[in-house]
């Protein structure tokens, strides 16, 4: 059974940084294309970014792009989600996601992910 965990989140001023981690269990995450994404209060759950299993490529959504980095350390089970220069529109719960149906389909699709974590909730103040 995969378990993911979220941990990083808090209350920042617009500019500020933040560091997200996702701690994962199981022997499935080195194989796993891993996602992040995030849902802001009366808005549909959204993708984030996410980092491909084998050669450690990364996609990010518009909004994010040259803001927010996100890795992985397979020796650890690790997940993180590097944010810089936040606004206040990136409040949100953000969530980590396992992924493991390989690299077809959509991998901005929050319906093609398999595990979840609980969310930890990000808050940008103007």
């Known amino acids: 059974q995969v378990q993911l965990v979220e941990s990083g989140g808090g209350s920042v001023q617009a500019g500020g940084s933040l560091r997200l981690s996702c701690a994962a269990s199981?022997?499935?995450?080195?194989?796993?294309?891993m996602g992040w994404f995030r849902q802001a209060p009366g808005k549909e759950r959204e993708f984030v970014a996410v980092?491909?299993?084998?050669?450690?490529?990364?996609y990010y959504d518009d909004s994010v792009k040259g803001r927010f980095t996100i890795s992985r350390d397979n020796a650890k089970n690790m997940l993180y989600l590097q944010m810089n220069n936040l606004k206040p529109e990136d409040t949100a719960i953000y969530y980590c996601?396992?992924?493991?149906?390989?690299?077809?389909?959509?991998?901005?699709?929050?319906?093609?992910?398999?595990?979840w974590g609980q969310g930890t909730q990000v808050t940008v103040a103007s």
């Open positions: 996601a396992q992924r493991m149906r390989g690299s077809s389909g959509d991998l901005t699709s929050s319906h093609d992910y398999d595990y």
């Open positions: 199981g022997r499935t995450f080195r194989f796993a294309n």
């Open positions: 980092i491909k299993w084998d050669d450690y490529s990364t």
